[in-house]
Antibody
Framework: QVQLQESGPGLVKPSETLSLTCTVS????????WSWIRQSPGKGLEWIGN???????NYNPSLRSRVTISVDTSQNQFSLKLTSVTAADTALYYC???????????WGQGSPVTVSS | QSALTQPASVSTSPGQSITIFCTGT?????????VSWYQQHPDKAPKLLIY???KRPSGVSTRFSGSKSGNTASLTISGLQAEDEADYYC???????????FGGGTKLTVL
């Protein structure tokens, strides 16, 4: 059974870069699409982007200019970087495994990130 | 404001059935059979209940069922139990470049 675990700083200063890593266990990252999704009280669930193990990505247009998702198959991990953060980026960030279609079949427990000075 | 519209809250009694509706547009629910539903208990990650409108992943109770008509998808929970008290979110593929859109979530209370 696949398990996902997010890790990274819980506090990021405004204008800096948010960095999170998702470690996948119980399955090889070298198949499926992998996603980042965030949840905030103000905006609910918001898809951030997907990555395939080959490195191909697609991003939410509202975040595309600030987002980079990358994969490290040797570590069975994928990562999220979000630049120039503001308070609006404060949220619970989830990593997830995408199904063969547009659904998310396994989720990490979530990593809370607060943007504050 | 979420792209898909769900009621903010619903409530019912144990043993009853309830249907949660999720309304979208012809750009998402109306044009694609890629609707999914998620259950989220407090301080827990969302759990996939339904995908492709009506399919259940292995391990999900048959008390959960999904359907779609036009631009509206629905999740029906039968034989409600106290453990079903949670937030429920719908999600759909969308032709727009946002890839998927979520509903705002429905808080189910089992009285």
């Amino acid at each position: 059974q696949v398990q996902l675990q997010e890790s990274g700083p819980g506090l990021v200063k405004p204008s800096e870069t948010l960095s999170l890593t998702c470690t996948v266990s119980g399955a090889s990252i070298s198949s499926y699409y992998w996603s980042w999704i965030r949840q905030s009280p103000g905006k609910g669930l918001e898809w951030i982007g997907n990555i395939y193990y080959s490195g191909s990505t697609n991003y939410n247009p509202s975040l595309r200019s600030r987002v980079t998702i990358s994969v490290d198959t040797s570590q069975n991990q994928f990562s999220l970087k979000l630049t120039s953060v503001t308070a609006a980026d404060t949220a619970l960030y989830y990593c997830a495994r995408r199904g063969s279609g547009a659904w998310f079949e396994s989720w990490g427990q979530g990593s809370p990130v607060t943007v504050s000075s | 404001q979420s792209a898909l519209t769900q009621p903010a809250s619903v409530s019912t009694s144990p043993g009853q059935s309830i249907t949660i509706f999720c309304t979208g547009t012809t750009s998402d629910i109306g044009s694609y059979n890629l609707v999914s539903w998620y259950q989220q208990h407090p301080d827990k990650a969302p759990k996939l209940l339904i995908y492709e409108v009506s399919k259940r992943p292995s391990g999900v109770s048959t008390r959960f069922s999904g359907s779609k008509s036009g631009n509206t998808a629905s999740l029906t929970i039968s034989g409600l139990q106290a453990e079903d008290e949670a937030d429920y979110y719908c999600c759909s593929y969308t032709v727009s470049s946002t890839y998927v859109v979520f509903g705002g979530g429905t808080k189910l209370t089992v009285l």
